[in-house]
């Protein structure tokens, strides 16, 4: 294909794709996303993933919030999988 003619099809004369997906959250969302993972420690990502959607009306998945967290330092939160023990199990668990 001849230059000219990728420049009218896809708007760029690259003939490789792109090296990584669009990002969809903008850097003042990333910040606002660590600041509310940092203010409030039991935030989950699927919460902020909520919070995100209705702010910004696009989706957005909650493995990009575990990501971005883990790069901004912070731990990933996941919901509780399990329950806790009660201290008669932590008893009977000795």
Do not use: K, Y
């Not at 003042?28 to 919460?47: F, K, L, P």
């Not at 959607?53 to 989706?59: A, M, W």
């Not at 990009?64 to 023990?85: F, N, V």
Request: glycine fraction near 4%; include cysteine; proline fraction near 3%.
């Amino acid at each position: 294909m001849r230059i000219c003619d990728r420049w009218m099809q896809n708007g760029t004369t690259d003939q490789r794709g792109r090296l990584h997906p669009p990002q969809f959250t903008t850097s003042r969302e990333d910040s606002q996303i660590v600041r509310m993972a940092v203010t409030d420690r039991s935030v989950i990502s699927r919460t902020v993933v909520q919070h995100i959607e209705s702010v910004t009306h696009h989706s957005v998945s909650a493995r990009t919030i575990r990501r971005l967290l883990q790069l901004s330092g912070l731990s990933a939160r996941r919901s509780l999988l399990g329950l806790p023990l009660t201290q008669n199990h932590r008893r009977l668990r000795r």
